[in-house]
């Protein structure tokens, strides 16, 4: 059985990250991880991502900004952004969506199985 995305996430906090892979792959999604934007920049350049959900605060680039690069990179690859704040911070137009922190699973992957589903098919994919 294949997956049914490649989600890349990225959380500076490593058990954040670790909940959160543990809870996609559990919905059969196969998981890229990063604890720095320069480390999800080169995950987001060297494989097929079809999301990426991010920390909004991250050391170095924020998430708004992580998601304004990747934009350029690959403007069809759907970026969900994840907060604590009660607002969208600034610069939130630059991702998809915004998560925010402390939303339930189910509610996440609804959202999530929303955006995927939002995705233009790549050209160049293969049906199998």
Request: charged share 25%; with cysteine.
């Amino acid at each position: 059985m294949s997956s049914l995305a490649t989600i890349l996430c990225v959380d500076d906090e490593e058990l954040s990250l670790k909940i959160r892979k543990l809870v996609l792959e559990g919905a059969g999604y196969t998981v890229l991880t990063a604890t720095t934007s320069d480390a999800a920049l080169v995950l987001f350049e060297t494989n097929n991502v079809d999301l990426v959900i991010t920390d909004h605060i991250l050391p170095g680039l924020c998430g708004t900004e992580l998601a304004q690069k990747m934009k350029k990179l690959k403007p069809s690859v759907p970026i969900a952004l994840l907060t604590g704040l009660p607002d969208p911070p600034e610069g939130a137009a630059h991702a998809d969506c915004v998560i925010v922190k402390g939303e339930e699973p189910p509610a996440v992957l609804t959202k999530i199985a929303e955006i995927l589903s939002l995705k233009p098919k790549s050209k160049g994919a293969s049906a199998r």
